[in-house]
């Protein structure tokens, strides 16, 4: 069984549109992450959510909104897609105050 | 300003030889260190870590130092077996790991030749 899984594994899509990513985790975790690698290989922090409540948000636009409808899933929606948005996408989580934090497969997302 | 540096890209190594990957910090508040290790099309997966308070934690073959007056880490790999080749990515953390932000260093890709 899959601990962090996310759809889609591959994201194609054309500027301005609405996309969504979805995560789930089986892992009875109660804080789940997205992080953002870009081009460059850097791995950043996007969000955090702690049972269902958002705790982090590192200076992401708005265009990016973060959803939790229950503790074992945290979907990304980004609206109006732009080139700068093609990156892969990673999904986390772990328990509160825990240390280790367990990653999903990653969506790349492609912007045309 | 990255926080967490790797400044090696790449490491290749012999098989049954010692993997030693480098990661430098410049947050001082950073109490908690870990060692992921990522294939490709997969996401990271916890390797090892360690707290401020310790200088050393060892897990089989895998072993992290830490030097505190240098703010830098490294992650030692012996014996080295090729499927140990992946990239290995060093995170930090302030309150011990527990506030969930991880700052990444850019990953060092290390290739284990049989």
């Known amino acids: 069984d899959t601990a962090v899984s996310q759809t889609p594994k591959y994201l194609v899509t054309q500027m301005g549109n609405d996309k969504s990513i979805k995560c789930e985790q089986n892992l009875g975790h109660d804080t789940m992450y997205w992080y953002k690698q870009d081009s460059k290989k850097f791995l950043k922090i996007m969000f955090s959510y702690n049972n269902k409540e958002l705790i982090i948000n590192e200076t992401v636009p708005n265009r990016f909104s973060p959803k939790s409808p229950d503790k074992a899933h945290l979907n990304l929606h980004i609206n109006s897609l732009e080139l700068g948005d093609s990156a892969v996408y990673f999904c986390?989580?772990?328990?509160?105050?825990?240390?280790?934090?367990?990653f999903g497969p990653g969506t790349r997302l492609t912007v045309l | 300003d990255q926080q967490v540096k790797q400044n090696s890209p790449s490491l290749s190594v012999q098989e049954g030889r010692i993997s030693i990957l480098n990661c430098d910090y410049t947050n001082s508040m950073f109490d908690y260190f870990l060692w992921y290790k990522k294939y490709p099309a997969e996401g990271p997966t916890f390797l090892i870590s360690?707290?401020?308070?310790?200088d050393k934690n060892e897990d089989g073959r895998f072993t992290v130092f830490l030097n505190k007056s240098a703010k830098h880490l490294s992650l030692h790999i012996v014996p080295s077996q090729p499927g140990d080749s992946a990239v290995y990515f060093c995170a930090a953390s302030e309150g011990g790991g527990s506030q969930g932000n991880l700052i990444f260093g850019k990953g060092t890709k290390l290739s284990v030749k049989p």
């Open positions: 986390a989580s772990s328990h509160t105050g825990g240390n280790e934090q367990f």
């Open positions: 360690i707290s401020s308070i310790k």
